[in-house]
């Protein structure tokens, strides 16, 4: 931590540029408007943008992380040399007699783990036309193995052979060769019976040409220029070429290998540098690491395999980091049954180019598709320009953070969050040029959408949908069963929802009427921009009721300090938002206060809000600070252990605040301001000293005194006290 004098501990908070360099940019840029407006407008001006400043973490994933200190004793480095010209397997693995083949070097990391010495596997750049594999052995250790390019990117895994001797047909551009396998189509995957599964996403083969892949047809008359056809029955291939230079002065590689690396069972395992292509396999991963703990992955380059580029299953503790899925003919990056994950700086591309072909871009890819991830941060991830959804959580995800990520361009939705109980978190992120929605959300509750762009989104910015009846998911750590309606405690704080023409509505729900009452039941959406280019009945509700703003105001109770307003981004067709947001944010702002000012509208027309909660000092009766979700408090860094703490309320003034701790069985009405969970008389707080423990505190306002008249936004936060001296000395964390 920065501070540890400080008197609040944050957890650990994965993303975003916090302090000086986040919170306080917007600050600077917001606080201006307080010259133009009263003191007290002033307030309520503060505390409509304490969710903006201080952030809304419903979801936390605190425990993500990877123990760096597990891996620092490496003991041994084998180095694999293959343009060493004396390098040979027999030899040690030294740099002066290094291996000559992958392999080697990994049968000798083996080695070495087994005798618990950690172990570095250095691999010089050149091409490894080999399959590697690390299956689970009875006599690993915990010792650390690493396997690097020693340049990044230079270690090539090759699915692919260099093949000659092509035979040219007359004097045409043809050339045939014989074709020695007889891969048929693959097996259609367990679960996907009732799916209709195109050929062409059942094949192995593939060819590249000078690096460049051929395109594959199923009959010889298909051909063309840069196409190639296998014929399993009189095992030829033929390649038709655009160019009429002789083939022999090209590069011609054919994709011969399923899988280039899997590995099972281990821990405390780094990949680093390397690059992976040409893997033939159908529908796994041309690498593929399975029931491992301790786990980064960082800087590798996964494209132009012939199914998924990467897998990840059954892994705790593990980071994917800066590595690229690029053009894989299935799902770029695969994850199952993750614990305590983080992505992040990832980049996926071009992902799905063999499912696109046959019109299969909406069943099991996308760029990136995780299924069951339980505690897990997303930070700075761009799923782009992917033959599928950009990024789809399918399944049972728990405790799930989204932040300054990138989805655009997708051919099917953005972002697909589907049959989740959640906590899930998406904020700081941009949607765009999606074919379909921005955010397609399926049976998912507890979620969390703040300060998102979503722009020229084709089917919707966000598109709540799923099964009205419900739909179950089960828990892989706990296995409890959730029933799951298909949109449950949502959070809509400070988006920006855009549609360019009138066929992009910025919310679209197919939402039955008695789902809509349990979606709008527990609705909290406030401070959002909404705009479409062509019509202000931008929301299209119960499949097919096409409304407005004021509409969707009275529909759900939700979004009085919400505009439906045009934003001037600064380059958006080419991705560019960089301003827009805070520009759009100050905008909603000043219209709300603006209004505020105006009409000075009484508590009862009101709807209140909770915006923050605030540690008191008992003693002084003056503010401490602003307690975050999942704040960490340690009460021996305090000058007075008698606290209290304040709902921060929008009016100032409101009919009264029910709290709730759940700790301390603490239950309290307050009718007038400031509405404290301890009480108090006037501005002289009460004293409160919590114990040690987790609590779970929640304040709903209401526009009338003892919780009678409108329930109001509520606020929920979680929070933990500790009593811990050792932290005010700096010798604890």
């Known amino acids: 931590m920065d501070n540890p004098l400080h008197p609040l501990f944050q957890k650990p908070q994965v993303g975003g540029q916090a302090g000086k360099n986040g919170q306080g940019d917007v600050a600077s840029s917001l606080f201006p408007l307080l010259k133009h407006i009263s003191t007290s407008a002033g307030i309520v001006c503060l505390f409509l943008m304490g969710s903006l400043l201080l952030g809304f973490q419903p979801a936390t994933a605190q425990t993500v992380g990877f123990d760096e200190s597990a891996i620092q004793n490496i003991q041994q480095v084998i180095f694999v040399n293959p343009n060493d010209p004396t390098a040979l397997d027999t030899h040690p693995g030294t740099e002066l007699q290094p291996v000559l083949t992958a392999a080697r070097g990994l049968q000798l990391a083996e080695v070495a783990n087994q005798a618990d010495i950690g172990v570095r596997v250095l691999l010089a750049p050149g091409i490894y036309r080999e399959s590697l594999l690390m299956a689970t052995d009875p006599a690993r250790t915990a010792a650390p193995i690493i396997i690097e390019s020693a340049v990044v990117g230079g270690a090539i895994i090759s699915g692919s052979d260099v093949w000659t001797d092509w035979v040219r047909q007359g004097s045409t551009n043809t050339y045939t060769h014989t074709w020695p396998y007889d891969w048929g189509l693959a097996p259609i995957p367990n679960g996907w019976d009732e799916v209709e599964v195109p050929e062409v996403i059942r094949r192995h083969e593939m060819i590249f040409v000078n690096g460049q892949p051929m395109q594959q047809v199923f009959s010889p008359s ?25 083939i022999e002065t090209k590069q011609v590689e054919v994709s011969t290998r399923e899988s280039l690396l899997q590995i099972r069972d281990r821990s405390n ?39 998924s580029g990467f897998g990840l299953i059954r892994a705790t503790n593990a980071i994917t980091r800066g590595n690229s899925y690029s053009n894989n003919g299935g799902t770029g990056f695969g994850g199952v049954r993750l614990l305590n994950y983080l992505a992040e700086n990832e980049t996926a591309s071009g992902n799905n180019w063999r499912g696109v072909q046959g019109d299969f871009i909406g069943w099991s890819v996308a760029g990136i598709k995780h299924l069951r991830m339980h505690h897990a941060v997303y930070r700075n991830v761009r799923s782009e320009d992917n033959f599928a959804h950009g990024l789809w959580l399918d399944s049972d995800n728990v405790d799930v953070v989204l932040e300054n990520v990138m989805i655009c361009g997708n051919l099917n939705s953005g972002l697909y969050l589907e049959s989740s109980p959640g906590p899930l978190t998406v904020r700081d992120s941009i949607f765009c040029e999606n074919s379909r929605a921005g955010i397609r959300s399926a049976n998912v509750k507890n979620v969390t959408l703040e300060n998102n762009i979503f722009y020229d989104n084709d089917y919707a910015g966000i598109y709540f949908t799923g099964e009205n009846n419900g739909r179950s998911t089960r828990n892989w750590e706990t296995e409890e069963l959730s029933e799951i309606f298909p949109a449950e405690s949502y959070t809509l704080l400070n988006n920006i929802l855009v549609g360019k023409n009138a066929q992009q509505p910025v919310i679209r729900s197919t939402l039955s009427f008695d789902a809509w009452n349990i979606f709008t039941a527990d609705l909290n959406s406030a401070n959002n921009t909404f705009y479409n280019e062509d019509t202000q009945a931008a929301f299209i509700l119960f499949v097919s009721e096409v409304v407005t703003l004021a509409d969707w105001q009275a529909l759900t109770g939700q979004d009085q300090t919400s505009i439906f307003q045009a934003v001037n981004f600064p380059d958006p067709d080419n991705r560019d938002f960089a301003r827009a947001q805070n520009e759009a944010q100050v905008s909603t702002l000043e219209s709300a206060f603006e209004s505020t000012l105006e009409s000075t509208p009484t508590t009862e027309s009101v709807v209140p809000v909770v915006i923050s909660f605030t540690l008191i000092d008992a003693d002084t009766d003056m503010p401490l600070l602003v307690l975050n979700d999942y704040a960490l408090i340690n009460l021996a860094a305090f000058p007075t252990r008698n606290l209290n703490i304040r709902a921060d309320v929008m009016p100032e003034t409101i009919g009264s605040v029910i709290f709730s701790l759940n700790q301390d069985g603490l239950h309290l009405t307050e009718n007038a301001a400031p509405y404290a969970l301890a009480g108090g008389e006037g501005l002289d707080y009460a ?42 000395m700096g010798t604890g964390h």
Do not use: C, K
């Not at 220029?225 to 070429?241: A, C, G, H, I």
């Not at 709903?700 to 929070?719: C, E, K, R, S, W």
């Open 269 to 307: 395992l780094i990949l680093r540098g390397l690059w992976f292509e040409h893997a033939s396999t159908a529908f796994d991963s041309a690498v593929s690491l399975f029931d491992s703990s301790n786990i980064l992955v960082e800087n590798n380059t996964f494209t132009w395999n012939n199914a």
């Open 222 to 246: 298909a051909l063309m220029p840069n196409s190639f056809y296998v014929d399993e029955q009189t095992d030829l291939v033929t390649l038709l070429l655009a160019s009429s230079e002789a």
């Open 687 to 728: 004293a409160w000293t919590p114990a040690v423990g987790s609590y779970t505190l929640s304040a709903i306002p209401y526009t009338q005194p003892d919780g009678a008249g409108t329930a109001g936004v509520p606020l929920i936060i979680h929070f933990d006290i500790i009593d811990d001296a050792s932290l005010i």
